[in-house]
């Protein structure tokens, strides 16, 4: 039923109308009736009444119009109120005998052919409609002639009667034109919409933003379904972008993991193969000796550049507890980075493995952004319990910039560094807040949930 919804709207306007329309018809047809029905009997009466009259008032030979007295006697048009119509009395021969006032209309409407003793209707030249009835009175020599214009009788509703047609015509005229603009202007469109929508692929194609044939209503519709598809590519395209800085930081890793493996164990490794080979062509046992001294050096010396890779691959500091994990990092970064780092960190402040490891990762990037982007010298950290969280904060002495913590923006911008350590606060179900500007350095909190346990990564 449902997917024949526009249909079954087109049809519930569409019937009642019609319904209309018949239900007017028919109402015209019997508003007629009743007006020819009510004049008819009106004309029937005068003319019967008349010709009672006359038979009961005294035989004379009528020649023209009665005098007054004459009427008065008869008193064929004195009693009640003055009525519309008028009445004419003829002989057999046709001969005007009297007429009442406002007979001058008889010769436009006489007709030879008018039936004795009921009603008709009769049009003049004019096309003026009257109901003229003939009554006979008694005797046969006389004929009494009553008329009735139905302008006169019926005037209100007889100019209803003519003006109902055209009602009719004008409001099924209107009801068709508004099924069309319905069908125009609503309907297609949205039909053309659907339509639209179940072919679109999503994340990638952008349906039209606007269609001039449609209303308003569908036009906002359709710029509020472009709106959410133009979000769904760029959101179609971030992921993409993403997934490739993730292929490309994993693809820059491994090769700088073999370029240090290169330059540094291995040179070392080959090193000390040719110092044993040496060592085994010395002719004295002085001489192998210290080639193999040469030898174990080079060898400590590939172990120690081997643990600090697996140290920086996978810190073995964690499993020491936040103070001693935070303040040895402090310690490497400042070597490595040749900046003054002060670390203060409480010792009621306690967090899961996954946490520490996140605060290990975003200040490790923290250092080497205040360094490489904001020249910074200087840095101050502190961890410590705030009610149900542990706050972590540094502030650097650098030039500082504008944040932006937008994670779409971070990452279409190309601050990948930002971007890597807000979605690391938000897996574990922290926060992170940046306080910075031009030549105000830069204060970064890391707040997260207290306790042991969290979201593994």
């Known amino acids: 039923m449902r997917r024949h919804l526009l249909l079954i709207i087109t049809f519930a306007i569409l019937l009642p109308a019609l319904a209309v329309l018949l239900v007017s018809g028919f109402g015209l047809i019997q508003h007629e009736w009743a007006m020819e029905s009510v004049a008819r009997s009106y004309v029937q009466d005068m003319a019967e009444n008349v010709a009672s009259r006359l038979s009961l008032s005294d035989s004379r030979r009528w020649s023209g119009e009665l005098t007054s007295i004459e009427i008065r006697r008869i008193r064929v048009f004195t009693w009640g109120p003055s009525l519309p119509g008028w009445v004419a009395v003829v002989g057999s021969d046709g001969r005007v005998l009297f007429t009442s006032p406002g ?6 409407i006489w007709r030879l052919n008018i039936p004795v003793g009921r009603a008709v209707e009769i049009k003049d030249e004019e096309g003026n409609l009257y109901t003229v009835a003939v009554n006979p009175v008694s005797g046969g020599d ?26 009719i015509l004008l409001m099924g005229v209107g009801i068709l ?17 659907v339509g639209e929508i179940e072919t679109l692929n999503w994340g990638r194609d952008l349906p039209a933003l606007t269609d001039p044939v449609a209303v308003s209503e569908i036009g906002s519709l359709r710029e509020v379904l472009h709106r959410l598809a133009r979000t ?39 090193a000390m193969i040719q110092q044993i080979r040496l060592s085994g062509m010395a002719r004295d046992d002085a001489g192998m000796r210290e080639h193999l001294s040469v030898a174990e050096e080079t060898a400590q010396v590939v172990v120690r550049e081997l643990r600090e890779m697996c140290d920086e691959l996978s810190p073995p500091w964690i499993d020491l507890g936040l103070e001693q994990m935070m303040a040895e990092l402090a310690n490497r970064l400042a070597r490595h980075y040749n900046i003054s780092i ?15 490891l996140s605060l290990f990762r975003i200040f490790q990037e923290g250092v080497s952004n205040a360094v490489r982007h904001g020249g910074a010298t200087e840095m101050k950290a502190e961890i410590f ?30 601050h990948r560094g930002l971007a890597n350590m807000l979605e690391r606060m938000i897996l574990v179900g922290g926060r992170l807040e940046i306080e910075s500007g031009p030549g105000k350095g830069a204060l970064v909190r890391c707040v997260l949930p207290a306790g042991a346990e969290g979201p593994a990564l």
């Open 142 to 167: 006389r004929f009494v002639i009553a008329a009735v214009a139905w302008d006169q009788l019926l005037g209100p509703l007889v100019r209803v009667g003519r003006l109902w047609p055209i009602l």
């Open 103 to 108: 007979a001058g209309d008889l010769q436009a």
């Open 232 to 270: 769904a590519v760029e959101r179609t395209l971030l992921r993409n972008r993403y997934v490739n800085d993730i292929v490309r930081v994993q693809e820059g890793e491994k090769s700088r993991i073999a370029m240090e493996l290169h330059d540094g164990p291995i040179q070392n490794i080959t």
């Open 177 to 193: 034109l508004a099924l069309w603009a319905l069908w125009r202007w609503l309907i297609m469109p949205l039909k053309d919409l």
């Open 342 to 356: 002060t670390m203060d960190v409480d010792d009621k402040a306690e967090l899961g493995r996954e946490k520490l």
């Open 385 to 414: 319990r705030r009610d149900d969280s542990v706050v972590f904060e540094f502030r650097d002495n650098g030039t500082g910039f504008e944040p932006d913590l937008n994670f779409e923006t971070l990452r279409v911008e190309g």
